[in-house]
């Protein structure tokens, strides 16, 4: 009696281990998919069942059809026999998990366009390393694989559809154009006719909010005429992106601001932001000290620091600034004329690529790539002296700092303005003084030029000799790392941005970048293979600079 409970207690677990493991593996749905009859009915036998009755034999399914289980329509029949792995795979069980495919990290792009694809992923999260090695691989296996990326990703239907010419070149004359009617006449034909329009305009006050309600009071609109030009005018030497905001209020001050000639004369002329402030011949020492009294003119800028008011009357030092052709009005030629700006500093981001060395203490197949990153500002201040610093402290970290007071080596490390520890001195002059003047008045020679660089006729002009410059060049002169060297700098300043309304001569591009050593009069030439133009930024905390 013992052995047959044995032996029944031995069948029992035997055949719980099959059930379980069966399962475990395929699960109750997919063990009748694509089963016979036959094999539904076996495999659906409760457990009380397979305990009295003894196990069935295994069945081995061949995937092979019978006549019977010949697919419909001509379709060659599905297998599944292969249900059990793909299911294992999807399972995130203890065995199962980090094996499906979307987490399979093993699994390799293998064309070009995987690659790309997957360089863009690595990008966007930030692995710039891994993304620069699937660029390489995508480029080696199609050099035009951004094509094919972009016709993947953003096929031309993915973009707004250009409009239609609704007046072709070959219709008839008497054919109207549509794309051109308006309600109120005939447009004007540019920015000029259209401002000329609202010479008869008012100031009127804001429309009540209700109907019989009285209008809200606008205290502007009774004010005479001389007087708006003269609140305008203290406006623009105050502020002059903002009095040329005002004409964003109404059709009227737009006209007076576009057309009030005597305003932009005040603010080209004038020392706040005009060019009375630029200097076109050297005016101070590297170190920032301004030349001796022998060497300064009575029509020079530096001496027209000491008139910087908001005054709207000019100081009778500033000398008349006359129209030429090129610039028939004073507001083109505040706007185009070469000058710079002292309320922002100017500033480079470079950053370009490099190989690094793999470690010798570790195997690696891959080499290192390493993606450098500096930046240049210059700050250019009224008396004629400016401040260049090289550093890879980010803007948000330099800009509040960059002040003649923290022009000096004692910084500490953990201070904040320790950023300014490299910081250089030096001084700025332009080419293509707007003011014509005489030749008498200009100095012969400055005590401190450096020679003439055997690279450029830099310094030629500056002492009277040599071909003219080309209008809009800058030219920069600062500190070396120590006493026995001095960096000269050519720039020419251009546009950001040449579409209309844009701002202007907010760019400084290079032209030459040199290093001059005192003691053995020669010159090295600096190369700008990686170096980027400097655009400016606005520092509303500075005001108009100092």
Not at 193 to 199: D, M, P, S
Not at 366 to 392: A, D, E, K, W
Request: proline residues 10%; neutral net charge; hydrophobic residues 30%.
């Amino acid at each position: 009696m013992t052995d047959e409970t044995n032996e029944e207690l031995e069948r029992f677990r035997r055949q719980w281990r099959e059930e379980v493991t069966a399962r475990t593996k395929a699960g109750s749905a997919t063990q009748h998919i694509g089963l016979k009859p036959e094999v539904r009915r076996r495999s659906s036998v409760t457990l009380d069942e397979s305990i009295r009755v003894p196990p069935a034999p295994s069945i081995v399914y061949d995937p092979k059809p019978d006549a019977e289980d010949q697919s419909f329509e001509g379709h060659d029949p599905a297998a599944y026999h292969d249900f059990e792995d793909k299911d294992e795979r999807r399972r995130l069980g203890e065995h199962g998990a980090g094996i499906h495919p979307s987490n399979d990290r093993s699994i390799e792009p293998q064309s070009a366009l995987e690659h790309y694809e997957k360089a863009v992923e690595r990008e966007n999260q930030g692995s710039l390393g891994d993304s620069l090695t699937h660029y390489r691989k995508a480029y080696r296996l199609d050099a035009k694989v951004d094509q094919t990326y972009k016709n993947k990703h953003f096929p031309p239907s993915y973009f707004a559809p250009k409009p239609t010419n609704p007046n072709p070149s070959n219709a008839a004359v008497t054919v109207p154009n549509p794309a051109h009617h308006s309600l109120h006449g005939p447009p004007a034909a540019n920015a000029s006719q259209l401002i000329a329009t609202f010479a008869s305009d008012v100031l009127t006050g804001v429309v009540p909010p209700t109907e019989g309600s009285p209008p809200p009071p606008c205290p502007i609109a009774s004010v005479p005429f001389e007087v708006l030009i003269e609140i305008l005018l203290r406006t623009a030497t105050l502020d002059v992106a903002a009095y040329a905001r005002l004409s964003l209020v109404c059709k009227r001050l737009a006209y007076l601001v576009s057309t009030e000639d005597r305003i932009w004369k005040r603010v080209c002329s004038g020392p706040e932001f005009g060019f009375a402030a630029m200097h076109y011949a050297f005016a101070c020492h590297l170190d920032g000290t301004p030349y001796p009294p022998p060497f300064t003119t009575p029509t020079d800028p530096s001496t027209l620091l000491s008139h910087l008011s908001l005054s709207p009357n000019l100081s009778p030092l500033i000398p008349s600034l006359p129209l030429v052709p090129s610039h028939p009005t004073y507001a083109h030629f505040f706007q185009h004329h070469p000058r710079l700006r002292f309320n922002g500093c100017y500033i480079s981001t470079v950053n370009y690529v490099r190989p690094g060395a793999s470690s010798p203490t570790q195997v690696s197949w891959n080499t290192p790539v390493h993606i450098v990153t500096y930046y240049r500002y210059l700050r250019f201040l009224r008396n004629g002296s400016c401040i260049s610093l090289l550093t890879t402290a980010e803007p948000v970290d330099v800009v509040p700092y960059l002040l003649p007071e923290h022009l000096h080596t004692t910084h500490s490390g953990n201070l904040p303005s320790s950023v300014m520890r490299h910081a250089l001195r030096g001084r700025w002059r332009l080419s293509g003084s707007p003011f014509e003047l005489a030749s008498d008045d200009s100095p012969e020679a400055e005590p401190d030029t450096l020679p003439l660089s055997p690279a450029s006729k830099t310094h030629a002009a500056a002492e009277g000799r040599g071909e003219k410059e080309p209008l809009g060049n800058l030219y920069v002169e600062t500190e070396g790392p120590d006493a026995k060297y001095t960096y000269s700098m050519q720039l020419a300043l251009r546009s950001a941005s040449h579409r209309a309304g844009a701002t202007r001569n907010n760019k400084l591009v290079w032209r030459g970048f040199w290093s001059y050593n005192r003691l053995t009069d020669d010159w090295a030439e600096f190369g700008l293979r990686n170096d980027r133009a400097f655009f400016w930024s606005r520092v509303r905390s500075w005001g108009l600079g100092v």
